[in-house]
Every structure is written in C-alpha cells, then in structure tokens.
C-alpha cells in the first residue's frame, strides 16, 4: 500500500492567497483526519470526516478555512485568504474502523508558509 | 480540554542506553498510542495500547498502559542513532468522539 499521499510537500505563497492542501487516504480506510502542527500548539486536530461526511469541525481555527471530501479516495484543505499565522505543516491521518479508528496512519504532510 | 504531558520534553542518548519517557494524563483514556516523528515526515505509530496493564513490544520498544488508566510508558532498548526524533502520546479523551489528543512529545538527541 502506498500509505497516506499529501500534495504538495512545500507550499510558499503570499498572504491573501488561496492554498489548497490535497489529501488521498489508504485504500479502505474510512476515516480522514486533517491536523496542524506548530511548535507552540503542537499537534491539532482541524476536522474530520467518516465515510466522506464531516463529523466534527470543531478544530478549524476560523471561516478561512474549509475542508472537503468528494469520494472516499481524495480530500482538500483550503485556506482563503491565506496569513502568516497560517504557516505551520498539515497533515492529513487516516484509520479504518474496522480495525480501530484510534490507530490513525499519518501522511508526510505539507509544509505552508505564508509570507 | 484534555490535555497529555509528556516527559521529558528532551533528551540526549548515548548508543547502547536505555530510554525511558512517560505521558500523563488528569483523565482516563482507553487507548494510548505512541509515535515517532523524523524530521521532515509525519508521526508514525509505534505502538498501540487498548487494557490497562497491557505491555507490549515492538522490536526494541516496549510500550505499557498504566493501570490507573491515566498514564503510559515507553522504553527503547540498547538506543542506535536512528532513534533520534520526537516520540508522542495520544489517546482518546472519554467522551471527544473520534478525536485524539497529543502530548507536546519527547524530543530525543544524540549526545554530543
């Protein structure tokens, strides 16, 4: 299995722009799980979906940010307008229920700064 | 929220020594995961715990569930330099759903 695919890796843009973070998820896994991660609040859990649905978006910082899952093998992340305070890596984790959704298989994630 | 601490927060190894980390927690968690992140990747699960006494290995890791459900241990055997990285708990919080907390992780080095 090629395991969990993030694109892009790097991402550098301008502040005021869109950024748009793709996710595929392992074969047969039904859940996906985007996460932030900075060195002052460590890893945060933004949102996450079951079976392609949104299940809890508690964690997305603010209505810049939104999050998609069309089909079972592909999701988004999108920032717009994109600020500075955005910079941090995102990770996209995805599990399958079957086994245990707690054991959640992290992508390599995307590095974005914002300048 | 819930919140797991992890210490130390660093540490330096020496090739050949054992490590030793923990993580607490002020509430119960039913599960406790361990992961290693390298610089540059993203966290990859080490270890998972689902009973409260539970030990369990993986190659030079041994990981344990507390039995007062509310903290969890790690050791790495006989350290080599590719175990350096940072090493995170997380666990589901009773009651959050689907969602994992994670402590702010163990940074292990290399000693000069």
């Known amino acids: 299995d090629a395991g969990v695919i993030q694109s892009p890796r790097h991402e550098v843009t301008e502040m005021g722009q869109e950024v748009t973070l793709r996710c595929k998820p392992i074969?047969?896994?039904?859940?996906l799980f985007w996460y932030r991660q900075t060195m002052m609040r460590g890893l945060e859990l933004l949102i996450y979906f079951n079976n392609n649905v949104p299940i809890d978006d508690s964690g997305m910082p603010e209505d810049r940010f939104s999050a998609k899952m069309p089909n079972a093998s592909f999701s988004t992340l999108k920032i717009q307008p994109s600020e500075p305070r955005d910079s941090a890596v995102y990770f996209c984790?995805?599990?399958?229920?079957?086994?245990?959704?707690?054991?959640?298989?992290f992508g390599p994630g995307t590095r974005l700064l914002v300048l | 929220g819930q919140q797991l601490n992890q210490s130390p927060q660093s540490m330096f190894i020496q090739e050949g020594e054992d490590v030793s980390m923990n993580c607490t927690s002020s509430?119960?968690?039913?599960?406790w995961l361990w992961y290693k992140q390298d610089p540059g990747e993203g966290p990859v699960l080490l270890i998972a715990l689902y009973k409260a006494g539970e030990l369990t290995s993986n190659g030079r890791l041994t990981a344990q569930f507390g039995i007062t459900r509310k903290d969890s241990f790690l050791n790495i055997s006989a350290s080599i330099p590719s175990d350096v990285g940072i090493y995170f708990c997380a666990g589901p919080p009773k009651a959050a759903g689907n969602k994992l907390t994670f402590g702010g992780g163990t940074r292990v080095l290399v000693k000069p």
């Open positions: 074969s047969g896994h039904d859940y």
């Open positions: 509430s119960i968690f039913n599960t």
């Open positions: 984790a995805t599990s399958d229920r079957g086994r245990s959704w707690e054991t959640q298989y």
